[in-house]
């Protein structure tokens, strides 16, 4: 009895020891490899847009560098779109767009942080002072599409 006892106790450490090593591996690589990887981003965009949380969503995206780059492209194709231009024409409308890019930035981001914070584009809540400030953000949320932008859900993803 002594012996199966003893054998026991052994099959039980290293069992133990077995299960301490998987659950140490396991942890190093959630932390050190899974939480750096584009699926765990993207997951925690929806969960930061589903809960609400407008620090989540900013530590996961680059919202500034977005804003910055999407503004740029907005008016660079306003301006196509409605004075189409070419050589030194399109140079001078181009700097000349150049003035409307940080009021543009502001509406685009009071635009993101009103989707991340009630779930619509437009805050229906502005006194028209702080509206007069900014360039029309409702103007520029319907002339870009983002009405029609819903974020659904992230079923699978593949990485290439």
């Known amino acids: ?3 199966f006892m003893q054998s026991l106790k052994k ?22 490899y899974y939480t750096r990887t584009p699926e765990y981003s993207i997951k925690m965009v929806q969960e930061a847009v589903s809960q609400h949380d407008k620090e989540k969503l900013y530590k996961y ?25 070419t050589g030194d024409t399109k140079e001078a409308v181009s700097s000349l767009t ?13 635009a993101v942080d009103n989707y991340v914070a009630q779930g619509t584009w437009i805050d229906k809540n502005v006194d028209e002072r702080s509206m007069a400030a900014a360039v029309d953000a ?5 002339r ?3 009405p029609n932008i819903s974020f659904q859900k992230l079923e699978s993803m593949a990485v290439d």
């Open 1 to 3: 009895m002594n012996r």
């Open 144 to 146: 870009i599409g983002l």
């Open 98 to 110: 150049k003035m409307f890019k940080a009021p543009v930035i502001m509406s685009l981001q009071s």
């Open 61 to 85: 995206v680059d919202v500034n560098h977005m804003l910055d780059t999407a503004s740029d492209a907005m008016l660079d194709g306003l301006v196509q779109a409605m004075v189409p231009a």
């Open 11 to 32: 099959r039980v450490i290293a069992f133990a020891l077995v299960a301490v090593v998987i659950a140490v591996a396991g942890g190093w690589w959630y932390v050190s």
């Open 138 to 142: 409702d103007m520029i949320v319907n």
